[in-house]
Every structure is written in C-alpha cells, then in structure tokens.
C-alpha cells in the first residue's frame, strides 16, 4: 500500500481502536499473513513503464469515468528503492459506487480486495501482471492530495528521500506478521515528512 496512505490509515486505525468505528476495514478477498522481512529492490526505471502500462489499462477499461490517475508510493519516486509492487491513485466521482467502476476494473484484472467506508470511502484493488496496488478514492479527497504530497516532495528533496530510505531499510529486516505492521512503524517520519511539505508550500 501506498506509504503516506499507510501512515495516515495507521492512525485512524487507531482512533477506530478506541471508538469502535463499525465502518472499519472490510477484506473482500482473505487477507494473507505475512510472516517475514520485507523484500526491497533497489529503483528501477522499469518502475515507471510497468505503471504507465497499469494506467492505460485503466482508462481504457473506466472509458472517460476517471478524473485523475497518478503514480504513487515508493515505486514512483526515481531513486528510492521500494518493494516491487506499483502503487496507483485513482480518483473517481463517487468511491463508494463501487458498481460504477469496480466491475470494468476487474474484467481488466484488477480485482477488489479491501473497503474501508469510515476511512476516506478507500477501495483497495489489486492486480498480478505487474503486481499493482490500486487506490480508489473520490474528487477532492484529503487523502489524495496527502499522497501526492509526500511523493512530491520525496522526488524533490533527496536528503528527505534518502533519510525516508534508511527508515525502509532499518524496518524491513525486521520480522512483520503483516506487511501493513511494517508500514505502520514508518507513520512517524512519514508524518514529519508530509508536514515538512505543506510548511514547505505555505
């Protein structure tokens, strides 16, 4: 999942944990543990051809629904090594409306894997040819313009991108029951990350 999403999805879980939100997280497909280190692979340029491929794919299959498409996450910052999976921010009218995109999204091999109504109405679809993770939200969404905040400013500021690596690389020869742990315990520089950001656009 997307870093900066994972951050901020770390601390609603929180709050959820504490004001036991019904709207929580729903797996539409079992969600696999993990068990393990996290694998990164050091950038590749094949990063960026393997996502403009992924977002072809989804224009073609939405055919004039989508509003905007961007390459998110670590695989879209050159330079940054990342685990070889090709995060993608879709924006659509409504993310809710699952029937108005859903279905095409997995006729092009996109399949749905998670909804989380009490969170930015986030819809989670994953796909294998490249392995992709595509993030659905709504036109407007705080939560968008967060992840494209941090990547932005990821691709602009290496001392930031390279403390951002050494985070990554400490965390992930550790051992994570699920890879979403491994990406909770990097919410904090994340967070310091994304402020630095908006100071920096203020």
């Known amino acids: 999942m997307d870093d900066s999403s994972q951050a901020?999805?770390?601390e609603c879980r929180r709050e959820r944990a504490v004001s036991a939100d019904p709207e929580g997280v729903e797996f539409?497909?079992?969600?696999?543990p993990h068990h393990g280190s996290v694998h990164l692979a050091d950038a590749s340029p094949e990063w960026a051809r393997q996502y403009a491929a992924v977002a072809a794919r989804i224009r073609t299959a939405l055919a004039g629904l989508?509003?905007?498409v961007e390459h998110a996450g670590s695989t879209s910052v050159p330079g940054l090594a990342a685990k070889p999976i090709i995060d993608v921010l879709l924006l659509v009218p409504d993310a809710s409306d699952e029937a108005a995109y859903v279905p095409a999204l997995e006729a092009a091999d996109l399949l749905l894997y998670l909804r989380e109504p009490g969170w930015h109405q986030h819809?989670?679809?994953?796909g294998s040819d490249p392995p992709v993770n595509l993030h659905v939200f709504s036109v407007g969404s705080e939560e968008a313009e967060r992840m494209l905040l941090f990547r932005d400013r990821l691709r602009t500021h290496p001392e930031e991108r390279e403390r951002y690596e050494r985070t990554k690389r400490e965390l992930a020869t550790r051992h994570w029951v699920q890879v979403q742990d491994y990406a909770d315990a990097k919410s904090a520089v994340v967070e310091e990350i994304i402020a630095c950001a908006r100071r920096g656009r203020r």
């Open 123 to 126: 819809r989670l679809l994953r």
């Open 8 to 10: 901020s999805r770390a």
């Open 66 to 68: 989508v509003l905007e």
């Open 28 to 32: 539409v497909r079992p969600r696999i």
